[in-house]
């Protein structure tokens, strides 16, 4: 039978487990959408008149 012990540590194993892969997948993935949202044209008209 499983005791408190070794539902804390499935728990905790299961929230490392889920940190360790999805968080950084979903910063990666912010970092491309980024990216892809990002216009790539650069003009130095619109560069000079930025403040």
Not at 5 to 19: E, G, M, N, P, V
Not at 41 to 47: D, L, N, V
């Amino acid at each position: 039978m499983w005791d408190v012990i070794d539902l804390s540590r499935w728990q905790f194993a299961l929230t490392a487990l889920y940190h360790f892969l999805f968080v950084p997948l979903t910063l990666g993935a912010d970092f491309f959408c980024w990216l892809s949202w990002k216009p790539f044209t650069w003009s130095p008209a619109k560069q000079s008149t930025a403040i």
